[in-house]
């Protein structure tokens, strides 16, 4: 079976098993479609640890935007939904005991934790 049509059996699994809204389905699409069109390949065999890594290369080097505006490149936490994407759809495939990359290989990039002002109970009541 090509990786298109394991790809539509992914995320019709998401939508009707999993229970996932059609946003992160149709997100999941977006970030499948161009690691697919990335790899130039339909053989799930050929997703090879060598390859998430020339991806991940190629995705860092990618144009972002914020607001509207393009931005150098493609945030870490961008960055790792693409990998999320891809890493369910490597599990989805073992679990279909379909022959590719062990997910647990793709590792995300990591991203500095958010940090949040938070007012004090003395500034609450002055408020």
Avoid at 5 to 12: Q, S, T
Avoid at 52 to 69: A, F, I, S
Avoid at 89 to 104: G, I, M, Q, T, W
């Amino acid at each position: 079976m090509s990786l298109q049509d394991l790809k539509r059996e992914f995320l019709e699994y998401l939508e009707i098993e999993k229970g996932r809204s059609l946003h992160t389905v149709s997100n999941y699409d977006h970030y499948l479609t161009r690691f697919l069109d990335y790899a130039k390949t339909d053989n799930p065999k050929a997703i090879t640890e060598n390859m998430v890594r020339e991806y991940r290369l190629w995705l860092n080097r990618q144009p972002g935007t914020k607001q509207g505006r393009q931005t150098d490149t493609l945030k870490r936490k961008t960055q790792n939904y693409y990998l999320i994407a891809l890493r369910a759809f490597l599990k989805y495939l073992r679990k279909r005991n379909v022959a590719s990359l062990n997910p647990e290989r793709i590792e995300l990039a990591k991203v500095p934790e958010r940090s949040l002002d938070l007012i004090s109970s003395a500034e609450l009541e002055r408020l």
